[in-house]
C-alpha cells in the first residue's frame, strides 16, 4: 500500500511539474524573489521596519524571502495544484484507479502529497533564489544553511500543507469545484495574508508575529528603539531613501511557535483526508460520482452545469455542442444543405455569444439586472464608479474566463482549424466578451450618462475593451480558465483598496472627481497589444499546422 502510495504521489508530481502553469508561477517566484532583497539604492522594499532593515545575511534574506514566497505561492501554488482530481478524471485513469484496491484515503493523501511536492519544489527554487541574492548583495558573503533555511521550514511549508490541503477539499466539494471555488480562494487567502500576521493570529499566523518580536528584541541589543523607528511592513513598498541596516542574527524558535506550525500541518492532513467521507474516487456504483467535464470546470458560474466535451456520436446531446454543429449522421440526414440569410459576420458573433453565455442561469442575469436598477438609483456618480462598477465587473469573471479556452477543452480546435479565416473567428469571439462587458456594466455607463460623467465614460469604454483582451489572451496562452481568474482578481482587488496604478476601470477618483487610474491610453494599448498577439500567435499556429 505504501510503495503503491509513493508512487501514484511521484507520479503525479512528475506530471504536474511539466505543465507550463508551473513554469510561470515558478518564474514569478523567483523574480519575487529578486525583488525582496532590494539593493541598497533601490527605490523599494518589501520587508522593513519603518526606517531599517536587517543587513543581507543568511538569517534575514532567508526570512524575507521564505515570507514573500509564503504569500505568494499560497495564492499562485493553489492554482497549479488545483486539477489534481479532475485530471484523472478527464485522462480515464480515475476509473482504472477505481477497479484497484487502493484505499480512498491513500488516494487522497497521494495527491495531498504529490501537492505538497510540488509546491515544496517552488521553495527549493526560492531557496537557491535566496543564495544567489545574497551572494549578489554582497553585504555578508557567509551562508550559514541553517539560519538560511529555517525560515522555509517553520514559516513557508506549513502554510504550503495548507495551500495543498484546500485545493484537494475545494476540488472534493461539488459546489466549489467549479470556477467559484477559483474566485473563493482569492478572498480566502487576502484574508490570510493580511490577518495572519496580526500578533493574535491563531497557530502563529504566517509566521510574521514570531519575526517581529525577533527584529524588535535585535534592534533593542543595537541601541535602536523599534517604537520610534515605525511598524513592521511586508508588502512592495516605495522608499524615499535607503533604509539604515541593523544585523539580524534569527529568530528563536519558541515551543510554542514550533507547535503551533506543527498544528497547522496537522490540520493541513486532516482537511485533505477529510473528503474519504464522501468522495466516491470515480467509483460509478457509489452516487453522486464526480461530474466534472474533464478538463477545467472553472468555466460555469456556480450551480450550473458545465458542457460535455462535444463528441460526433448518434446519442451526444445536442445541447452540449457549440453553436452551428450537429453530429454527422444528422449532416448525412438532410438531403440539402439548409439556406441561411442574412449577415454571416452577424450570425458568427450571435453564435461566439449563445456559446460564451451557454449555461447560464437565470439568477446570474437577475443579477446584472439588480446593478443595473441599483445604479440609477444611486446619485452621486463617485457611488457608481467606486462600487458598483467594480461589482459589476467582477460578477461574469467565470464567464469571461471562457474566453480563448472552450475550443480546446471542448475538442472543436481541430475541426476550427479548417475555418477559412482563423481572425474572424476570433474578432467574433473577442466581440462576445465585450458585448458581455457592455451589458455587465450598462448601469454604471448610463449613470454616468445622465451625470454627464465624460471622463467615466471613457475610462468604462476602455475597461470594456480591455477585459475581454485580457481573458482571451491569457485563454489562448494557458488553454484553460484557472490562469485569468488568478490574474483577473488581484487586478480588480487592487481597484477595490485604491490602488490607482492598477485601476483599469476608471473607479478611483482624485479630489476633483477626475479618475485617478491608468491613463486611458495604457489602457488601450494594452488591450490592442494583447489582441495583436493573439491574431499573431494565431497565424503562427495555422503556418505551422498547414
Given at each position: 500500500m505504501l510503495q503503491s502510495l509513493l508512487r501514484l504521489a511521484l507520479g503525479d508530481f512528475w506530471d504536474r511539474v511539466r505543465r507550463p502553469a508551473y513554469a510561470v508561477i515558478l518564474i514569478a517566484a523567483v523574480g519575487l524573489g529578486y525583488l525582496a532583497t532590494p539593493a541598497k539604492e533601490a527605490g523599494w522594499v518589501v520587508v522593513q521596519i519603518g526606517t531599517y532593515r536587517g543587513t543581507y545575511n543568511s538569517a534575514y534574506i532567508g526570512m524575507v524571502v521564505a515570507l514573500a514566497g509564503t504569500v505568494w505561492l499560497s495564492l499562485g501554488g493553489f492554482y497549479v495544484v488545483r486539477n489534481a482530481i479532475a485530471r484523472d478524471e478527464s485522462t480515464g485513469v480515475g476509473r482504472l484507479l477505481a477497479a484497484t484496491p487502493l484505499r480512498t484515503w491513500a488516494y487522497l493523501l497521494a495527491k495531498f502529497l504529490s501537492s505538497v511536492l510540488v509546491l515544496c519544489s517552488m521553495l527549493g527554487v526560492l531557496v537557491v533564489t535566496a543564495v544567489v541574492m545574497q551572494w549578489a548583495r554582497a553585504e555578508s558573503m557567509t551562508v550559514d544553511p541553517v539560519q538560511l533555511l529555517s525560515p522555509f521550514i517553520v514559516i513557508a511549508l506549513p502554510l504550503m500543507a495548507f495551500t495543498a490541503a484546500a485545493a484537494l477539499l475545494f476540488e472534493a466539494i461539488p459546489l466549489l469545484r467549479a470556477g467559484l471555488g477559483n474566485v473563493l480562494w482569492f478572498f480566502v487567502w487576502a484574508f490570510i495574508a493580511i490577518g495572519g500576521q496580526s500578533p493574535n493570529a491563531p497557530l502563529g499566523g504566517i509566521g510574521v508575529a514570531s519575526v517581529v518580536r525577533s527584529l524588535a528584541a535585535d534592534m533593542t541589543a543595537q541601541g535602536v528603539d523599534p517604537q520610534h523607528v515605525g511598524e513592521f511592513s511586508l508588502g512592495l513598498t516605495v522608499v524615499d531613501k535607503p533604509l539604515k541596516t541593523f544585523l539580524w542574527h534569527g529568530f528563536d524558535l519558541s515551543p510554542g511557535f514550533l507547535l503551533g506550525r506543527c498544528a497547522l500541518v496537522v490540520i493541513a492532513l486532516a482537511l485533505a483526508l477529510f473528503p474519504a467521507l464522501w468522495f466516491p474516487r470515480?467509483?460509478?456504483?457509489?452516487?453522486?460520482?464526480?461530474?466534472?467535464?474533464?478538463?477545467?470546470?472553472?468555466?460555469?458560474?456556480?450551480?450550473?452545469?458545465?458542457?460535455?466535451?462535444?463528441?460526433?456520436?448518434?446519442?451526444?446531446?445536442?445541447?452540449?455542442?457549440?453553436?452551428?454543429?450537429?453530429?454527422?449522421?444528422?449532416?448525412?440526414?438532410?438531403?440539402?444543405?439548409?439556406?441561411?440569410?442574412?449577415?454571416?459576420?452577424?450570425?458568427?458573433?450571435?453564435?461566439?455569444?449563445?456559446?460564451?453565455?451557454?449555461?447560464?442561469?437565470?439568477?446570474?442575469?437577475?443579477?446584472?439586472?439588480?446593478?443595473?436598477?441599483?445604479a440609477q438609483m444611486v446619485t452621486p456618480a463617485t457611488g457608481v464608479t467606486r462600487i458598483l462598477l467594480p461589482l459589476a465587473w467582477i460578477w461574469p469573471v467565470l464567464i469571461w474566463s471562457r474566453l480563448g479556452t472552450q475550443r480546446h477543452e471542448h475538442g472543436v480546435e481541430a475541426i476550427l482549424g479548417a475555418y477559412p479565416s482563423a481572425r474572424i473567428r476570433l474578432a467574433a469571439e473577442w466581440a462576445a466578451g465585450f458585448a458581455l462587458t457592455a451589458v455587465a456594466g450598462i448601469g454604471p455607463a448610463l449613470r454616468m450618462c445622465t451625470g454627464i460623467d465624460t471622463q467615466g465614460l471613457v475610462h468604462w469604454l476602455c475597461g470594456a475593451l480591455f477585459i475581454p483582451s485580457f481573458a482571451l489572451v491569457l485563454g489562448t496562452l494557458s488553454r484553460t480558465h484557472r490562469l485569468f481568474q488568478f490574474a483577473y482578481l488581484p487586478l480588480w482587488y487592487g481597484t477595490v483598496n485604491g490602488i490607482a496604478p492598477v485601476d483599469f476601470m476608471g473607479a478611483i477618483r482624485a479630489d476633483d472627481g477626475s479618475p485617478a487610474g491608468m491613463p486611458p491610453a495604457l489602457v488601450l494599448l494594452s488591450a490592442a497589444a494583447m489582441l495583436g498577439f493573439v491574431f499573431l500567435s494565431s497565424a503562427a499556429r495555422r503556418t505551422m499546422t498547414s
Open positions: 470515480f467509483d460509478p456504483a457509489r452516487a453522486g460520482a464526480l461530474a466534472t467535464s474533464g478538463t477545467d470546470s472553472g468555466s460555469t458560474p456556480e450551480g450550473t452545469a458545465t458542457p460535455a466535451p462535444v463528441t460526433w456520436d448518434d446519442h451526444t446531446s445536442t445541447q452540449a455542442r457549440p453553436a452551428g454543429f450537429t453530429t454527422m449522421s444528422q449532416a448525412s440526414a438532410s438531403a440539402s444543405p439548409s439556406v441561411r440569410y442574412g449577415n454571416p459576420a452577424l450570425r458568427l458573433l450571435l453564435g461566439e455569444v449563445r456559446i460564451l453565455i451557454q449555461g447560464t442561469p437565470r439568477w446570474w442575469w437577475a443579477g446584472v439586472l439588480l446593478l443595473t436598477v441599483v
